[in-house]
């Protein structure tokens, strides 16, 4: 199974770190983030690696070459403009080929086990299959909705008087996935986002997802960053 690894953002909330490196290029630890979860998805048995690349683009490339070092093989998927998350896949189909493949953000920090990905895979007639985590204190109201029966979708239990019994409850994307190529199918080229597409698929009843527990944050900001470096190193003495 192949993986694309998101890295073409500009960074705008992490300024002014992000002026001179790009966003997946800051370091946790004395690592960058984008190097954590290559090495999670190789340690899962995903070597075949593609990263689209925008924003200070060469410096990633430069940083991981053909992703030898890291037990990778890394193809880039370079965007003149930004594309934004579904254009970034769309433009980068030809890499991934045709069978379901793992997406996940070069600048989120956890040790999420892709391996879970491998082993569960599509259920047939699905479209994407979405890791959620907890709500975080600067993003309480979450995104999708879990239910019981592993299916997601954007209103969920709003309004319902069986929340209880149909709904596990709403939590935010973790920026994982594994996507069908198809959902990508009617996307036309240029700069599109990923969650109407979502949307569009949780409503057809083709949207799975699980709720993960484990180490997650969304280092979006310098204050994040600077709380997981002390979280991170105070770990390692």
């Given at each position: ?53 925008h ?27 930004l594309?934004?998350?579904a ?13 379901p ?23 047939e ?6 890791v ?7 993003h ?98």
């Open positions: 199974m192949k993986a694309m690894v998101l890295a073409a953002g500009i960074g705008k909330r992490m300024l002014p770190l992000t002026e001179k490196v790009p966003k997946p290029l800051l370091e946790v630890a004395g690592q960058t983030l984008i190097e954590w979860q290559i090495r999670r998805l190789a340690k899962a048995g995903v070597r075949d690696l593609v990263v689209n690349l924003h200070l683009g060469s410096l990633i490339e430069s940083h991981l070459g053909n992703g030898a070092e890291l037990g990778v093989a890394i193809t880039y998927s370079h965007e003149d403009v594309l934004e998350t254009g970034g896949i769309k433009h980068a189909l030809s890499l991934l080929g045709d069978e493949f793992i997406l996940c953000n070069g600048d989120v920090w956890s040790d999420f086990d892709y391996r879970q990905l491998l082993a569960d895979g599509l259920t007639g699905r479209l994407a299959h979405l959620l985590v907890p709500n975080a204190a600067h309480p109201e979450g995104d999708f909705w879990l239910g019981k029966n592993g299916m997601l979708s954007a209103t969920g239990a709003e309004g319902m008087k069986e929340a209880k019994e149909t709904w596990v409850g709403k939590y935010t994307y973790a920026g994982i996935a594994l996507l069908s190529p198809a959902l990508f199918n009617d996307l036309p080229a240029g700069p599109q986002p990923l969650a109407p597409l979502l949307l569009k698929a949780m409503a057809a009843g083709k949207v799975s997802g699980q709720l993960f527990e484990g180490e997650w944050m969304d280092v979006g900001t310098p204050e994040r960053l600077a709380q997981l470096n002390r979280e991170q190193n105070r770990q390692q003495t």
